[in-house]
């Protein structure tokens, strides 16, 4: 498996759903703090990131797109509405999905890794 996914989650039966819908299709590591992820970005240089924003903020978010532009940032929430999504968006994300939508949350990433290589190759 070539490509790989960073889940940023503290609930561990969403991390465990979203990691075992994912793990299919990619290398998936499952993490508990921004500081781990950080590391686990510069080190392993995972094509896509879910990130689940009922615990990290969206500056958090901002400066992971910042400072890793070519990672593709899928944002959760348990019950994301219009007005996150478009926080999530102007803050960098290539989606928000339902924490719960597994499978929405694997389009996310595949579209957003689509849209990263796009970018990379223009």
């Given at each position: 498996?070539?490509?790989?996914?960073?889940?940023l989650?503290?609930?561990?039966?969403?991390?465990?759903?979203?990691?075992?819908?994912?793990?299919?299709?990619?290398?998936?590591?499952?993490?508990?703090?921004?500081?781990?992820?950080?590391?686990r970005?510069?080190?392993?240089?995972?094509?896509?990131?879910?990130?689940?924003?009922?615990y990290?903020?969206m500056?958090?978010?901002?400066?992971?797109?910042?400072?890793?532009?070519?990672?593709?940032?899928?944002?959760?929430?348990?019950?994301?509405?219009?007005e996150?999504?478009?926080?999530?968006?102007e803050?960098?994300?290539?989606d928000?999905?339902?924490?719960?939508?597994?499978?929405n949350?694997?389009?996310?990433?595949?579209?957003?890794m689509?849209?990263?290589?796009?970018a990379?190759?223009?």
């Amino acid at each position: 498996m070539g490509q790989s996914v960073v889940v940023l989650e503290k609930d561990p039966k969403l991390a465990r759903s979203l990691a075992g819908g994912l793990r299919p299709h990619f290398s998936v590591q499952v993490i508990q703090s921004r500081e781990e992820l950080r590391e686990r970005l510069a080190k392993n240089h995972p094509e896509a990131v879910v990130l689940n924003i009922e615990y990290w903020r969206m500056t958090d978010v901002e400066s992971l797109h910042h400072d890793f532009p070519e990672v593709s940032i899928v944002c959760t929430h348990r019950i994301p509405d219009e007005e996150m999504w478009m926080a999530a968006l102007e803050a960098g994300a290539t989606d928000m999905c339902p924490a719960d939508d597994v499978e929405n949350v694997l389009t996310s990433v595949r579209r957003g890794m689509a849209l990263s290589r796009g970018a990379v190759a223009a």
